[in-house]
C-alpha cells in the first residue's frame, strides 16, 4: 500500500484548512519565479517492514539516499537514478520497523539542489491464515468456514483501498459551491499555488510559490505541509484521495468538514484532475 494540502496571503487558516502544524519535510527550495528549479522530481514506490530495497523513479542522473532521520549523517541506503530513466533501486542497509519514517532524499549533481518525502513503513503484506479444525458435528465445522471467508472478504476491501497515487503533482479543479470554484496546483517547479474564481472569474490569488511537503498517512489519507512565498510559517491542509483523480478536503482526522477559502463561504470541496 502506498501512502497520497493552507494559510495563504490574507486567506485560509486552521479553521479553513484542517489543522495548523510545523512543516515535517519534503521540503523543496522555495521558487521564486515560474521558470525557477526548485529540486530534483523525486518519487518513492510503498516501503515495508519486509522490503531489502527502496525504488522509485527521480530526476535523471540524480544522487539518491535514505535517511532514518532527516539529515542524518549516516545513509540507510545510496544509489544514483538512471541517467536514461530515472529509475532506481537502492539496497537497504538493515531492515525497517513498522510505522517508523524514512527520508528518501534526491540531490540533483549539477545544481547540487535537493528534494526529499518522508515514507512511512507499513507492515509486510500478508495472507489470510486459513485454518482446518476437526470437529464433531458438520453444524460447528460450517460455523467456522463462514467466519474465515468474512476475514478474507474484510482483508480484500482493505487492499482494494490503494489507489496508486504517488505525488499529488499537477493541477486540481474543484466543485463549485456558492458560486465559488478554487483551482489547485502542485508543481515541482512552482511548488503549492491555489486560486480563487467566482462564476468562472478568478477572484483572488489565495497561494502562491510555498514550498510544500507531503506526508502520507495512508496510501488514500495525506497530510500536506506548507509554506507561502516571503512567510516564515507553515500551515497544513489534508486530503483524502477517493480515486486516482479525485480528492477531498479533510481534517486531521480524515473526517469531511466545510472550509472556509478566501471570500468564499465555508464548504465541502471536491477536486478533480
Same mark, same amino acid.
Given at each position: ?11 485560509? &487558516? ?10 515535517? %519535510? *519534503?521540503?523543496?527550495? @522555495?521558487?521564486?519565479?515560474?521558470? @525557477?528549479? *526548485? ?10 517492514? +519486509? ?17 532514518? &532521520? /532527516? ?9 544514483? %537514478? ?15 520497523? $513498522? ?21 512511512? *513503513? ?10 482446518? /479444525? ?6 460447528? @465445522? ?17 487492499? !482494494?483501498?490503494?489507489?496508486? !497515487? $504517488? ?6 479543479? +474543484? ?27 478568478? *477572484?483572488? @490569488? ?54 472556509? %477559502?478566501? !471570500? ?8 478533480? /484532475?
Amino acid at each position: 500500500m502506498k501512502k497520497f494540502m493552507v494559510a495563504m496571503t490574507g486567506l485560509v &487558516t486552521l479553521a479553513t484548512l484542517g489543522a495548523v502544524a510545523p512543516a515535517a %519535510a *519534503v521540503t523543496p527550495t @522555495t521558487a521564486h519565479a515560474a521558470t @525557477t528549479h *526548485v529540486g530534483p522530481s523525486l518519487s518513492v514506490n510503498a516501503v515495508y517492514t +519486509s522490503s531489502a530495497k527502496v525504488s522509485g523513479t527521480a530526476t535523471k542522473g540524480s544522487k539518491v539516499t535514505v535517511k532514518a &532521520t /532527516k539529515n542524518a549523517k549516516k545513509n540507510l541506503a545510496s544509489g544514483t %537514478a538512471s541517467k536514461t530513466t530515472g529509475k532506481y533501486s537502492i539496497k537497504l542497509s538493515k531492515k525497517l520497523k $513498522k510505522n517508523a519514517n524514512v527520508y528518501v532524499y534526491a540531490t540533483n549533481p549539477k545544481t547540487k539542489t535537493s528534494f526529499y518525502r518522508i515514507i512511512r *513503513v507499513q507492515a509486510a503484506a500478508t495472507k489470510a491464515a486459513t485454518t482446518t /479444525k476437526t470437529t464433531s458435528t458438520k453444524k460447528t @465445522t460450517s460455523t467456522k468456514k463462514t467466519t474465515t471467508a468474512k476475514k478474507t472478504t474484510t482483508t480484500s476491501t482493505k487492499k !482494494v483501498a490503494n489507489y496508486g !497515487v $504517488k505525488t499529488p503533482t499537477g493541477t486540481w479543479k +474543484s466543485n463549485t459551491a456558492n458560486k465559488y470554484s478554487q483551482k489547485i496546483v502542485f508543481s515541482q517547479k512552482t511548488g503549492f499555488n491555489q486560486t480563487l474564481y467566482k462564476n468562472g472569474k478568478k *477572484v483572488k @490569488t489565495l497561494v502562491s510559490y510555498a514550498k510544500y511537503s507531503v506526508d502520507a498517512k495512508t496510501p488514500t489519507f495525506w497530510k500536506i505541509n506548507y509554506t507561502p512565498k516571503g512567510s516564515k510559517t507553515a500551515q497544513t491542509l489534508y486530503l483524502r484521495f477517493t480515486s486516482a483523480k479525485s480528492f477531498k478536503l479533510v481534517n486531521s482526522k480524515n473526517q469531511v468538514v466545510a472550509v472556509k %477559502a478566501g !471570500v468564499a463561504p465555508a464548504a465541502k470541496w471536491t477536486f478533480t /484532475k
